[in-house]
């Protein structure tokens, strides 16, 4: 990892470019701190394959990923069938 001066990274972007596209990752420093990361590209990423607006959306921070799933949630039935078809049926009956 490497950092340097956003006056640095202006005067030799190309060089800073390129060191990001081989592997590293550049921090873009001002006096405040950390303005910005140069980061190697994703490999996993394929522009025209379906996913790929999904993951552009990730990159940008759109949106997050869902955590891991741990397992199906167990259904939780609102009423019984009975009841149900009961409701329907006194439903019909008021029309």
Same mark, same amino acid.
Do not use: F, R
């Given at each position: 990892m490497r950092a340097v001066a956003l006056k640095e990274l202006e005067e030799r972007v190309g060089e800073y470019v390129r060191l990001a596209q081989e592997g590293e990752t550049v921090l873009?420093? =001002?006096r405040d701190g950390v303005l910005a990361e140069l980061v190697p590209p994703r490999q996993s990423v394929v522009p025209f394959a379906p996913q790929a607006?999904?993951? =552009?959306?990730?990159?940008?921070?759109?949106i997050q990923p869902a955590a891991a799933a741990q397992g199906v949630p167990p259904r939780i039935p609102v009423t019984s069938l009975h009841k149900l078809l009961q409701d329907l049926q006194q439903d019909r009956r008021d029309d």
């Open positions: 873009v420093m =001002d607006p999904l993951a =552009d959306a990730i990159q940008k921070g759109w």
